[in-house]
């Protein structure tokens, strides 16, 4: 499986020496499921790359457990606001399955930003990613029907129905455990 490296490689060609200096940046974990990489009121500190496994972003609201973001095999998972204000978090990250985990402590990647153009350029294009996903996400909410989203999820992440609980699942699309399996039976 490719891991954070490889994901800037693929945005910017970057030297040895870069890249020996985020292969020390870099901490992997496998961590198992249920694990929380952020909890409610701390400060994110870190920027994190899923290697293999999945997890999600999750806050709560009027007592509901609502899933806000979902990171599976080779994606970025972050409270990315906590993480660009250095505020509490209002959002925790719970890891749905056992997983690998690269972890980048974010001090040290702007400082890395600051000394090589190249990796702060992969941080733009990084940024530039989660915002353009994010809009992708707010058109959905507000354009689809339940049963689109679903098909938008699954065509984007196949076999997602299978690693991520059902509940989570129907928290990030704005619907019910109840309309899922309706969708899933063809019955809408």
């Keep these: 499986m490719p891991g954070m490296i490889e994901v800037f490689l693929s945005i910017e060609p970057l030297n040895e020496e870069i890249q020996q ?9 496998e961590l198992t499921k249920g694990t929380h990489l952020l909890k409610f009121g701390e400060v994110d500190r870190y920027m994190h790359f899923v290697v293999q496994g999945s997890g999600r972003v999750y806050y709560l609201r009027d007592g509901r457990d609502i899933t806000d973001y979902l990171a ?6 972050g409270g990315v606001e906590s993480l660009f204000t250095g ?10 399955e056992n997983s690998i985990i690269e972890s980048i402590y974010y001090p040290s990647f702007e400082k890395l930003c600051a000394r090589y153009h190249k ?4 941080g733009r294009k990084l940024a530039l ?3 353009l996903e994010a809009q992708k996400r707010i058109e959905s ?3 689809l029907s339940a049963a689109e989203r679903y098909q ?3 065509a984007k992440y196949p076999g997602i129905s299978n690693r991520i609980p059902l509940k989570h699942l129907a928290s990030y699309l704005g619907t019910t455990q109840v309309s899922i399996s309706r969708i899933r039976a063809g019955i809408q």
């Design 21 to 29: 200096e985020l292969r020390a940046a870099i901490r992997c974990r």
């Design 72 to 77: 599976m095999d080779g994606q970025f998972l």
């Design 87 to 96: 505020k509490a978090s209002e959002k925790a990250i719970e890891l749905t």
């Design 119 to 122: 990796v702060e350029h992969i």
């Design 129 to 131: 990613f989660a915002f």
């Design 141 to 143: 909410i507000r354009f």
């Design 152 to 154: 938008e999820l699954i």
